[in-house]
């Protein structure tokens, strides 16, 4: 969950964030 906030903050990030809806960007970074 922390994970999500520094996603959301990261900024560069931010524009994957956003085109995958947030969550599955998550997803997938925690899983890479």
């Known amino acids: ?4 906030v520094i996603v959301q ?3 560069l990030d931010e524009t994957c ?8 960007i998550i997803s997938e970074k925690m899983n890479s």
């Open 9 to 11: 903050f990261g900024g």
């Open 17 to 24: 964030f956003r085109d995958l809806s947030g969550k599955m």
């Open 1 to 4: 969950m922390l994970r999500a």
